[in-house]
Nanobody, 118 residues
Framework: QVQLVESGGGSVQAGGSLRLSCEAS????????MAWFRQPPGKERDVAAV?????????EDFVKGRFTISRDSAANRDTMYLQMGNLEPEDTGVYYC??????????WGQGTQVTVSP
């Protein structure tokens, strides 16, 4: 059974930092990529950062230079992180982790709330 468990959200003031974690287990066929998505209030969910199986990364413009995505792999689980710095009120939203396996199946975490006050 695939499980994605997110943690690390919270409330901070503008300019502050947070680190999100997403622990993935039960991925039977290997991971193609892991990603963080952001969904601001009343808006669509958009990709923020991606880390591929070869370790390469991609950042959307709105997080470049402020956020860092990384991943630790163990025998039975993979943990993805999003180190968020210089946070802005516009970063407020629910952050979701997504894992796509090598067969093309996608899995989503439950989401974690990030609130940035001015």
């Amino acid at each position: 059974q695939v499980q994605l468990v997110e943690s690390g959200g919270g409330s901070v003031q503008a300019g502050g930092s947070l680190r999100l974690s997403c622990e993935a287990s039960g991925i039977r066929f290997g991971i193609h990529y892991m990603a963080w998505f952001r969904q601001p209030p009343g808006k669509e969910r958009d990709v923020a950062a991606v880390i591929n199986s070869d370790g390469s990364t991609h950042y959307e413009d709105f997080v470049k230079g402020r956020f860092t995505i990384s991943r630790d792999s163990a025998a039975n689980r993979d943990t993805m992180y999003l180190q968020m710095g210089n946070l802005e009120p516009e970063d407020t939203g629910v952050y979701y982790c997504k894992v796509e396996d090598k067969l093309g199946f996608s899995y989503w975490g439950q989401g974690t709330q990030v609130t940035v006050s001015p």
